[in-house]
């Protein structure tokens, strides 16, 4: 089975630009999670979507918007990117069980992105 | 509230000797615990996890970990360490019971010394 795939795995932007990151999880799993890394905070959960809703979410500004399509793929917006925005961007993906509970998150390799 | 703690942010080992990485967690119910590896420029990769069956944890590549309810602890261990082991590794715990949202830890940097 294919892993999770991120495109694109490199991005630079400049300050007040926005951008789409996506995520493809590996088939049959539709649980996605955003998560960024950052040298200074670590690892942080950015937001949790399953059948197309949002069903958690970190404690990140309204600049950071996500959405999952139909076919379980997920994007990840940035509005008005700031310097502290750059970071590498993880995305997990799930089996969800009948109850919803989740069992084991994979993850993609990242997209990297720096804003100058 | 679920939060971990990783005791040490850089361990260093000789190759060949044993590894311990530690963990500590603090958790409101029975919590999943997981450890994960990064490899330099890589994602992350699942070493292993506990979901309240055994409390003595097998993984990949050698490593364990023993969940200690009583002293809140999930300690990664390896017998004998190699020099492909070197890598960023987290102490992971889910931050509620639908598991869609994990909570890490700082991150302990392994070394390994020929």
């Known amino acids: 089975k294919a892993g999770v795939t991120q495109t694109p795995r490199y991005l630079i932007k400049t300050r007040g630009q926005q951008v789409t990151l996506s995520c493809s999880p590996i088939?049959?799993?539709?649980?996605v999670s955003w998560y960024q890394q950052t040298p200074g905070q670590g690892l942080q959960f950015l937001f949790e979507?399953?059948?197309?809703?949002?069903?958690n979410k970190g404690n990140f500004p309204g600049r950071f918007s996500g959405r999952q399509f139909s076919n379980s793929r997920s994007e990840m917006n940035v509005s008005t990117l700031e310097l502290g925005d750059s970071a590498l961007y993880l995305c997990?993906?799930?089996?969800?069980?009948?109850?919803?509970?989740?069992?084991?998150?994979?993850f993609g390799p990242g997209t990297r992105l720096t804003v100058l | 509230a679920q939060s971990v703690t990783q005791l040490d942010s850089h361990v260093s080992v000789s190759e060949g000797t044993p590894v311990l990485l530690r963990c500590n967690y603090s958790?409101?119910?029975?919590?999943?615990l997981f450890w994960y590896v990064q490899h330099p420029n890589k994602g992350l990769q699942l070493l292993l996890k506990?979901?309240?069956?055994?409390?003595l944890v097998k993984g990949i590549n050698g490593f364990e970990a023993e969940f200690k309810k009583s002293e809140t602890s999930f300690h990664l261990t390896k017998p004998s360490a190699h020099m492909s082991d070197a890598a960023e590794y987290f102490c992971?715990?889910?931050?509620?019971?639908?598991?869609?949202?994990?909570?890490f830890g700082q991150g302990t940097e392994l070394s390994v010394k020929p």
């Open positions: 997990a993906s799930s089996l969800v069980a009948s109850g919803g509970a989740i069992d084991t998150q994979y």
């Open positions: 088939s049959g799993h539709r649980s």
């Open positions: 979507y399953f059948s197309e809703t949002q069903r």
């Open positions: 958790s409101s119910y029975s919590p999943s």
């Open positions: 506990y979901t309240s069956a055994a409390t």
């Open positions: 992971v715990v889910s931050a509620n019971n639908q598991g869609g949202k994990l909570i």
